[in-house]
């Protein structure tokens, strides 16, 4: 009787076999191996494009401010509680002058200026809730509205956590204050020292090309130092929550002057002026090795965490002498 030989379908079944454990867990490996060098790639390519679209935010607030001096004659009130001419507590902002100016005419249109507490009225809690993408930098981490805000009325001032605001990224800088430099206060473009009067460009005498318009203050109110942690609460230098919350809102007090810190953030007048801290004149981004800025003429600069003081006092100071072209 011949031998029984496999038929072709069951010799071609019996040749096959499958991956053993070892190359198995190899093939694993591998695969681990190309994601974790994938993934810093991918980060870092999600970091360009957010940080271009803050470039972006930026240039569109300066361009509006250009469109603002053109309508007006003068810079936007910066601020929370100037009266200027008109006498009454009416609350402005920066914020509001230039919506009409970013393609937001119809949110300004439904401000009520009639009541008492302004922007921070319940009246206007609607408006000061929408998120505007203009005014805030995508790589900054969020977790909604601003909780608790500052309601002021008739020189007073209170901490309502009833209400809520969208956050803010941008401020103004007011100046740039450093006791251990002489003057140890340098006045920026959009203030004339008294808050009295509105400011033209002619003020800026130092050049738009060489004057800061806007800076990143990322994440306020939420305080943090260097490397995106937490800062230690024992360590804040606003002395009260009012305080801390008049800001963080694009609708609110989005300027501040700018101050020197220590490296770790826990103390002014350091050499530190860039991503050390965002507590009280703290300029801070959430970009890896700088930030963001507005130039008076248009453009948008990213400044180094590296820079040094003295220059970058220059381009916050609009009529010092001190012409600082590019840091």
């Not at 060489?210 to 990143?216: D, G, K, L, R, V």
Request: charged share 15%; hydrophobic share 35%; net charge negative.
């Amino acid at each position: 009787m011949p031998p029984k030989y496999p038929s072709r379908r069951v010799r071609s079944q019996m040749n096959r076999r499958g991956f053993t454990l070892v190359e198995l867990l190899v093939v694993i490996a591998i695969i681990g191996m190309l994601i974790a060098l994938l993934l810093p790639a991918v980060q870092q390519a999600r970091e360009a494009a957010r940080r271009m679209q803050c470039t972006n935010n930026l240039k569109q607030l300066g361009l509006a401010v250009h469109n603002y001096h053109d309508t007006f004659n003068s810079l936007p009130y910066p601020d929370v509680g100037i009266t200027y001419d008109t006498g009454t507590k009416w609350v402005n902002s920066w914020g509001l002058a230039i919506l009409p100016m970013i393609e937001q005419g119809a949110l300004w249109d439904q401000l009520d200026t009639t009541v008492a507490n302004g922007v921070s009225d319940q009246a206007n809690q609607d408006i000061v809730n929408v998120q505007l993408t203009a005014y805030v930098c995508p790589s900054t981490p969020r977790s909604g509205v601003v909780q608790g805000i500052i309601e002021q009325e008739d020189d007073t001032s209170t901490f309502n956590t009833s209400m809520a605001a969208a956050p803010g990224d941008y401020f103004l800088p007011r100046s740039f204050r450093d006791n251990t430099m002489t003057p140890s206060e340098v006045t920026a473009a959009f203030f004339d020292g008294s808050f009295s009067k509105p400011v033209r460009f002619s003020s800026t005498t130092d050049g738009l090309s060489n004057t800061m318009f806007f800076f990143e203050r990322a994440n306020f109110p939420n305080i943090v130092v260097k490397g995106n942690r937490p800062k230690d609460s024992a360590n804040y230098s606003y002395p009260s929550v009012v305080d801390t919350n008049f800001q963080g809102w694009w609708a609110s007090t989005q300027h501040d002057r700018i101050r020197s810190w220590t490296y770790d953030g826990n103390q002014y007048y350091g050499p530190c002026v860039v991503n050390c801290t965002n507590d009280w004149g703290g300029a801070y981004s959430y970009h890896p090795g700088g930030m963001n800025a507005s130039v008076g003429d248009g453009s948008v600069q990213f400044i180094p965490e590296t820079v040094d003081k003295g220059a970058f006092r220059a381009f916050v100071g609009r009529d010092d002498g001190f012409v600082q072209n590019g840091l």
